[in-house]
């Protein structure tokens, strides 16, 4: 995210990809905003009505993810350090790790201690992937599975206390978007989480690599074969922590609705506490 510190996505399956390296063009202003992303904080509602521990908010800042959620004991260490919020993996056919941590009182205390959540879904890849769990090379039925995934997401999230009008980030690992039909899949795949999120009252959010997954997401959008999603959450692992890049146009996702992931995976240690980044 905009400052998380991470390696690719925690996907079940296969050994990820690391993101293309680039580097970010254009100038270099005094002042950046490193992320500015939905993120959820705050009181809200689930669909059923009840009282839900966060809403939706704007994170303008650096935040990190891990493959499992962090103790509560390391969360409250890590206020020390620069970061404001925490990617979480709801759920997904593909998430890599288990997450004993992450429960509804779990994200109440987070909440409560100042944290913003970043919610992650991994589902089904890319059929030319060689990941275990893969969507179907039909556009037909990949936008089935991506409306699926999208209800499964909305039932995870409000069994967290995550209410609707939250965001959740669809984790889409690399591919050859040069390979046309795997690409129409994906991108089909896409615009069924993406309608689906706000069927079920959530917004949509979508993570790739800059050079793959979301140069093939800004081509979709331009042409008007999908619904673009809310918020777009880019890996180009080339330590600038900001929110352009030459894979998205400055006319889209202009909205505090940018994430990046600017590096791999590493230790980082605050209030003596040590987590693994990735």
């Not at 063009?25 to 939905?38: D, F, H, K, L, N």
């Not at 499964?152 to 409000?158: N, V």
Request: charged residues 10%; neutral net charge.
């Amino acid at each position: 995210v905009g400052g998380t510190t991470v390696g690719s996505h925690a996907v079940a399956g296969a050994t990820p990809q690391q993101p293309t390296a680039g580097t970010r063009p254009g100038t270099s202003p005094a002042t950046v905003r490193e992320s500015t992303v939905p993120t959820s904080t705050g009181p809200g509602t689930t669909p059923s009505g009840t009282t839900a521990a966060p809403a939706t908010s704007i994170l303008t800042g650096k935040a990190f993810d891990t493959c499992s959620a962090p103790s509560l004991t390391q969360m409250s260490a890590w206020r020390a350090s620069p970061y404001k919020g925490v990617g979480v993996y709801i759920g997904g056919v593909a998430r890599g790790c288990a997450q004993p941590n992450l429960t509804t009182s779990w994200v109440s205390a987070v909440a409560q201690q100042g944290w913003s959540l970043l919610p992650i879904y991994v589902g089904l890849q890319a059929p030319c992937t060689t990941y275990s769990s893969r969507m179907s090379s039909s556009t037909t039925t990949a936008k089935q599975q991506g409306t699926q995934a999208a209800q499964d997401a909305a039932t995870q999230m409000a069994a967290l206390g995550l209410g609707t009008g939250n965001p959740v980030y669809l984790d889409m690992e690399s591919w050859d978007n040069a390979n046309a039909p795997c690409t129409a899949a994906v991108m089909a795949f896409t615009d069924g989480w993406t309608a689906g999120l706000h069927t079920a009252g959530y917004s949509s959010g979508f993570y790739s690599s800059a050079s793959t997954g979301i140069a093939a997401l800004v081509a979709a959008v331009k042409n008007n074969s999908i619904q673009p999603p809310d918020a777009v959450w880019f890996a180009r692992w080339d330590g600038n922590a900001v929110t352009t890049d030459a894979a998205i146009p400055s006319t889209m996702w202009t909205n505090h609705q940018r994430a990046k992931q600017y590096l791999g995976g590493h230790d980082e240690t605050y209030g003596g506490r040590t987590i693994n980044i990735d």
